[in-house]
């Protein structure tokens, strides 16, 4: 039963096989867990289920592990009622437990300016990397829209940059005089010892002549991470988080912010509000003599 479920899955969504061992384990482990009750697991009751997952919450499963659990579980019971092998599903009247959003990891102001100058800005590669961290601070891009963009979409005389974003929506985003200041340098001093003669759209570039990827410049961001001794957590996003974070810190607004990130709804935005909160309990809970 698990097995043909699983085998629908693959063939409708092209799910990984990662994916699907993590399906795979919440319901042998629910199977498990029936047996002793003596309840077949294509038969379980809306009881069942919400007994087992306080179960799991009582043992100490986070409420986000939890939440995927059920997500399995509706899945796998709605393919039985689609299937005709039950009349109900169990779980269709469960709730999901309420989440909080995670704070995003961002960086204070002191670790951005030491990451901005780890590269060896003596070489080509250390150059653009340079740019582009400048260029990533500077402007809130994702890294996806860092590495696709073209060198006929920025403008260096008014210090604008057009950015298509998720859903190929375009804005326009400031880049700002220090980073113009690093791309201007990379185009003159290091893109054509990298092109070596090539011809390419994108604006930052490989050793082997073509469009870096996001990859290869996340790797090389862990890299200068470590050379200048951040060790906290690292994501792609991060540099835009700092953006952001620190947008709202110096007092931006946060429409604004919401433009320049690119965001379509104001309530994604606003993340970064907590974030500015909870670095002022931070500081008030470290040196004030009553925090």
């Known amino acids: 039963m698990v097995e043909r479920f699983l085998d629908a899955l693959w063939v409708e969504?092209?799910?990984?096989?990662?994916t699907l061992a993590a399906y795979r384990r919440d319901l042998c482990g629910f199977d498990r867990w029936l047996r002793p009750r003596g309840v077949a697991l294509a038969e379980a009751g809306e009881a069942d289920l919400t007994a087992y997952l306080a179960a799991q919450y009582?043992?100490?499963?986070?409420?986000?592990?939890?939440a995927r659990l059920l997500s399995t579980l509706r899945r796998f019971y709605r393919y039985l009622v689609r299937e005709g092998r039950r009349g109900?599903?169990?779980?269709?009247?469960?709730?999901s437990p309420r989440l909080g959003r995670p704070l995003p990891h961002t960086l204070s102001e002191t670790q951005v300016e030491a990451l901005l100058a780890a590269p060896d800005t003596g070489q080509p590669v250390g150059l653009r990397d340079r740019a582009m961290l400048e260029l990533l601070y500077a402007s809130g891009l994702r890294v996806s829209e860092l590495v696709a963009l073209e060198a006929d979409n920025i403008n260096l005389n008014q210090g604008v940059a057009r950015i298509v974003g998720k859903g190929d929506?375009?804005?326009?985003?400031?880049?700002?005089?220090?980073?113009?200041?690093?791309?201007?340098?990379?185009?003159?001093?290091?893109?054509?010892?990298?092109?070596?003669?090539?011809?390419?759209?994108?604006?930052?570039?490989?050793?082997?002549?073509?469009?870096m990827s996001r990859q290869a410049f996340w790797y090389r961001v862990r890299q200068y991470a470590k050379k200048v001794r951040i060790f906290t957590h690292l994501s792609p996003h991060t540099l835009r988080h700092a953006f952001a974070t620190h947008l709202v810190?110096?007092?931006?607004?946060?429409?604004?912010?919401?433009?320049l990130l690119g965001h379509s709804d104001l309530s994604t935005?606003?993340?970064?509000?907590?974030?500015?909160?909870?670095?002022?309990?931070?500081?008030?809970?470290?040196h004030h003599p009553r925090g």
């Open 13 to 18: 969504n092209g799910l990984s096989e990662n």
């Open 58 to 66: 009582r043992i100490g499963r986070k409420l986000r592990s939890n």
């Open 88 to 95: 109900d599903d169990p779980s269709a009247d469960i709730s």
């Open 169 to 211: 929506k375009e804005r326009l985003v400031p880049v700002g005089e220090e980073a113009l200041r690093w791309i201007v340098r990379y185009l003159r001093d290091a893109r054509p010892a990298l092109l070596r003669g090539a011809s390419v759209e994108p604006l930052f570039v490989s050793r082997k002549a073509c469009a």
């Open 249 to 259: 810190n110096h007092g931006a607004d946060l429409r604004v912010v919401q433009m």
């Open 269 to 286: 935005t606003q993340i970064y509000t907590h974030v500015a909160r909870e670095r002022l309990r931070q500081l008030h809970a470290r």
